[in-house]
Structures are given as structure tokens and as C-alpha cells.
């Protein structure tokens, strides 16, 4: 084995968890898999001999890039949309694969975390999720650990704030199953018996369309109900129940319900069709709802 293959095979070793710093620094699992390579790359035209501790290391490149990608979305006052979620066919999982999908972060987190300042979600993200120290955050960010701390504690208060979804991936698919046949039916008081009060429904429909909000259980009620008709074919989408939504076999649609308490809190979708076509492989035959 010649040296370059020996470095790969211990960047190899390392890539899972650094794609999954990128990924929730980020929400993108594109732009987090570009981050990761980014850090190859910085890897392969260094000095291996002077790194002491290959992971710590390769965590810090990444944690940099992030934190540029997030600064750069900032200057160009990007607003991100919804982030791009994980999806995969909600069929014949085993009981440890759905509980690695309910560990996993969810999208009503991602969301959460891309209304914080780009500072903010690297002290979290890092100290509460990966548990390094601030002492190695502060040098990442440029500033002191008490200040640190502060970012970490702020954006604590912010996602500690958000309502945790139901870790039940059972209790999810009987609310979100009432509120699929509902909607079909066009039974507009079942719904806004399923739906919470303050329910938000956030659609994104990629860059060319301009990103809706509707709350309330009234108004997302009238938006959902009235059996518009597609095809919906059940999805797990990072740890959440969802379902996409097809025509003609082609998908259009992702939509991302998140529970609390037996009733829906929000629902996110995804209304872009070829975003719909990446983060998620086309589905089997489903059942129509």
C-alpha cells in the first residue's frame, strides 16, 4: 500500500461523522459531502507527520468550511428554503433501523437551526451534538471560550424552545395516516381536530418560487383539505414521518409532518420536483390515500 492509499484509508475511517458534522452544520447533504472533500483535499497536500490527532484535525477543516458556507449564504442574504432532508421508502424496516432514523436529526430541527447566526449553530452544533470542548470551538470561531459558551447557551434556549417531535415513528404514522384520509375526504372538521391550533404549514418551492407560510389549523386546513388527488407513497424523512406525493409516476412533492402529542405542529413541503428527485430515490408502488 503506497502512501496516498494508506491516508484515503484513514480519511475513509473518518468520513461518517464528518459528513455528519456538515450535515447539520448545513442542512444539504451536497453541500455537506463538498465540505468533506474539501477536507480530503486539505489532507492530501499536507503534512501528515504534524497532525496529532487525524480526526480532531479533519473536524476542524470541516467546521471551518462550514462555518465559510454559512457565512457566504449570510452575505448574499440567501434565504435557504426548507433544508434538504433524507428520505427513505417508510417499508419493512426493522426495529434498530428505526431507531437509528428517530436518533437522527430531524427536519423541524434543521429548521430550527438555520434561523441561527452562523456562530451560533457551530458552538451548538459541535459542543451539544458532538461534544467537543470550547476550548477547540473558540479557536475554530476566533474568539474566547466564555464567549463561546455564550453562542452555545443562546442557541441552546432557541432549539430548547421548539417543540420535540414524537420519538414514536408509530404514534406519527396513526396521526399522519388520519390526517392523510382526511385530507382525501375533504373532512375539514377531522382535520382541524388533527391539526394543532398553531399548526405551520411552510412550503418551498425551489428557487424560482417564493417560500409560503400558513398557520393556523383553520387556514391550513382549507390549504390541504379538498382530495386534490396524486399518488402518496409513505417516506421516513430523517427521523419523521412523510409521505411523497406523485402524478403520472412522476414525484412532485415531499411533504414532512412533524407530532407533538398526537397532533400535528407542522408540516414542512418540499414542492420543487426535481429537489423532490434528489433527496429521495423514486419510491415503489404505493398505496392511494
Known amino acids: 500500500m503506497d502512501e496516498t492509499e494508506w491516508l484515503a484509508e484513514r480519511f475513509e475511517r473518518h468520513r461518517p461523522r464528518l459528513r455528519e458534522v456538515a450535515y447539520r452544520m448545513l442542512g444539504s447533504p451536497a453541500e455537506a459531502d ?69 436518533d437522527s436529526v430531524g427536519l423541524a430541527m434543521l429548521v430550527v437551526l438555520d434561523r441561527l447566526s452562523p456562530a451560533e449553530r457551530l458552538a451548538f452544533v459541535l459542543h451539544d451534538m458532538f461534544e467537543l470542548p470550547f476550548e477547540e470551538i473558540a479557536g475554530i470561531l476566533g474568539r474566547t471560550p466564555a464567549a463561546t459558551r455564550q453562542l452555545a447557551s443562546r442557541a441552546r434556549r432557541r432549539v430548547n424552545g421548539a417543540e420535540a417531535p414524537d420519538p414514536d415513528l408509530a404514534r406519527q404514522r396513526q396521526v399522519v ?81 412533524t407530532v407533538v402529542e398526537d397532533r400535528i405542529v407542522a408540516i414542512d413541503g418540499i414542492g420543487d420536483p426535481d429537489r423532490v428527485r434528489s433527496v429521495t430515490s423514486a419510491p415503489g408502488a404505493g398505496s392511494d390515500r
Request: aromatic share 4%.
Open 34 to 102: 463538498d465540505a468533506v472533500q474539501d477536507a480530503w483535499l486539505r489532507l492530501s497536500r499536507s503534512d501528515v507527520d504534524r497532525i496529532d490527532d487525524l480526526g480532531a484535525w479533519l473536524t476542524t477543516v470541516v467546521a471551518r468550511e462550514c462555518l465559510h458556507m454559512l457565512r457566504s449564504r449570510r452575505r448574499r442574504r440567501e434565504d435557504p428554503g426548507l433544508p434538504e432532508p433524507v428520505a427513505v421508502p417508510d417499508a419493512g424496516l426493522g426495529p434498530e433501523q428505526e431507531a437509528l432514523l428517530a
Open 177 to 257: 395516516d388520519a390526517f392523510l384520509a382526511a385530507a382525501r375526504a375533504g373532512d375539514f372538521d377531522a382535520l382541524v381536530r388533527i391539526l394543532d391550533p398553531d399548526v405551520v404549514l411552510r412550503t418551498d418551492f425551489g428557487p424560482d418560487g417564493v417560500p409560503a407560510v400558513i398557520r393556523g389549523a383553520a387556514a391550513v386546513a382549507r390549504q390541504t383539505g379538498g382530495g386534490r388527488g396524486g399518488r402518496l407513497h409513505p417516506v421516513l424523512v430523517d427521523g419523521a414521518v412523510g409521505a411523497v406525493v406523485s402524478r403520472d409516476g412522476q414525484p412532485f412533492a415531499l411533504l414532512v409532518f
